[in-house]
């Protein structure tokens, strides 16, 4: 009896000091001022929890972002599911709530941050540990009934709950690679008009859409609690995805570390996922001619000895987007390495060069072959 009252009290002591569960919330109409009251995750200042039904997920390539970690999740209503296509991302339904929260291992002092490529420790597909992380911000892409909204959230410094920030937010941080080695930035989160920056991919219609969760770039396998799985037969086991052809009828997207992974498929989803959602036949970029998907011909539109069209003062005195075997004449891999605000690539969401991308795009160029008049 008196071992059953010690279990009960210990039960009620851990859940006590747990973050309180939530319930998943579709808001259709207005904008929360807390991350909390859309119940996709809690946080008590030392570990945030997902809700139930709140599946995380992971792209094989991320889009690069500062070296911030990120952790992306989909929520759907019950009895309602995303479809299945092909080269696009999935057709989510009105309800859908995805969230990417992005973080830092901590630095010794407040305004230091640590670079790293592998995932940060404290990790877990169902939340994070935060003693040793940073919390920076949660947007929000929600699917309402005139379409895709998107929500900046920034954490406040206690990291229990986030606070809308639809103008947006500046902080001054120090990126550590090594003891040696410091670089001072401003991490950026976009203001709500920002985000369409990204997410209108299509330069027509203006219309806000998810860009990570497509098919290739989720057929991975991912470290669930139950065990490594599929994510995209995860989201079918749990309902979320009406089917899907199967692992070996998808494509997969390279990821960026994958050594056995053949350098050209690297390179292009490298640029896929941080360079088409603007470079594409009816992109925001369009007028540039350049197309960086990755089903894009292995031609003038993908740089291949083009001349610039709209580059201004970006061009770095070089002239062709790409010099087959050249990257030091090449203009992609220029505005990739340098950090003028006017000319930098991409436009947002890069306050530091990507060391380990210049570098893949560098061995790519130079495998190529050809040379241009």
């Known amino acids: 009896m008196k071992i059953r009252l010690l279990l009960g009290a210990l039960t009620l002591l851990v859940a006590a000091c747990s973050p309180p569960q939530m319930a998943p919330t579709f808001i ?16 008590d200042g030392s570990r945030l929890t997902l809700s139930d039904g709140v599946m995380a997920f992971d792209l094989n390539t991320p889009l690069f972002t500062d070296y911030a970690h990120k952790q992306r999740t989909i929520w759907i209503p019950d009895g309602l599911q995303a479809e299945y296509r092909e080269g696009e991302v999935l057709d989510f339904p009105v309800g859908t709530v995805i969230t990417k929260t992005f973080y830092y291992p901590r630095g010794e002092n407040s305004d230091e941050v640590v670079r790293t490529n592998q995932r940060a420790d404290g990790w877990r597909s169902d939340g994070l540990v935060l003693t040793d992380l940073r919390l920076m911000e949660t947007r929000i892409l929600v699917h309402r009934e005139d379409g895709w909204t998107a929500l900046p959230y920034v954490w406040n410094a206690e990291q229990t709950d986030a606070h809308l920030s639809r103008a947006g937010h500046i902080q001054r941080l120090t990126l550590l690679s090594d003891r040696q080695n410091s670089q001072d930035f401003a991490y950026v989160v976009p203001n709500a008009n920002q985000c369409a920056g990204c997410h209108a991919v299509n330069n027509t219609t203006r219309e806000l859409l998810p860009i990570g969760p497509a098919a290739r770039h989720l057929n991975r396998v991912y470290e669930y609690p139950e ?7 995860t989201l079918v086991d749990a309902g979320y995805l009406d089917t899907w052809p199967g692992g070996d009828q998808t494509p997969r997207a390279a990821a960026l570390f994958d050594a056995m992974a053949p350098l050209n498929e690297r390179a292009r989803s490298y640029l896929d996922i941080n360079c088409a959602h603007c470079h594409n036949p009816v992109g925001p970029a369009d007028t540039s001619g350049l197309h960086l998907n990755f089903n894009a011909p292995l031609n003038a539109n993908l740089g291949l000895c083009k001349l610039p069209i709209a580059a201004g003062g970006g061009t770095g005195g070089r002239h062709h987007t790409i010099v087959p075997g050249q990257p030091n004449l090449s203009i992609l891999l220029y505005r990739m390495e340098i950090m003028d605000p006017a000319s930098l690539m991409p436009e947002l969401g890069r306050s530091t060069v990507h060391d380990e991308g210049v570098a893949l795009i560098s061995e790519w160029i130079s495998s190529l072959e050809g040379t241009c008049a």
Do not use: K, T
């Open 227 to 233: 065990g490594p799985a599929n994510q995209l037969q």
């Open 28 to 43: 259709s109409e207005g904008n929360p001022a807390l991350l909390s009251e859309w119940g996709m995750m809690q946080s």
